[in-house]
């Protein structure tokens, strides 16, 4: 087992989920849960006494952000960036300039996310049509 000397370990787990309860919320294999954690994008709030991952409901939404990022195509350090940038946002004593250049960083990932779901879009268009293609193809056929 890893050592973590950042996750403390906790004998009450009440409102903490485990990783296997994790994985099924957010349809993801304990793999890509603990991938996601060797990458650095996630980090469990604790350990159980018998050593469990133990994570919040906030961890469970950074890992359906993670989620929604992955089919768009951004590569794990992007991840980490935009992930820092959110996080930066929320830290009520982050610095007003650290603030806005968090905020920069969003819109920028924004924008490449809009370029990217235009991109998948074409990319559909032209899959339905050739799967509507196929579909009349094997209508011609006599049976």
Do not use: H, N
Not at 79 to 87: G, H
């Amino acid at each position: 087992m890893e050592a973590f000397t950042d996750v403390p370990v906790v004998k009450k787990t009440d409102g903490l989920l485990q990783i296997g309860e994790v994985a099924v919320r957010v349809d993801l294999s304990l793999r890509s849960v603990r991938f996601y954690e060797e990458s650095g994008l996630l980090t469990p709030e604790a350990r159980s006494a018998g050593g469990f991952r133990l994570y919040t409901e906030e961890q469970v939404e950074r890992l359906l952000l993670i989620k929604r990022m992955k089919p768009l195509g951004f590569k794990v350090e992007q991840m980490r960036e935009l992930l820092s940038a959110s996080d930066l946002l929320a830290d009520p004593k982050a610095l007003k300039v650290d603030r806005e250049a968090a905020r920069r960083k969003i819109r920028e990932y924004a924008v490449l996310a809009a370029e990217r779901c235009e991109e998948l879009r074409s990319q559909l268009a032209k899959a339905e049509e050739f799967a509507a293609r196929l579909l009349g193809e094997a209508a011609k056929v006599p049976e």
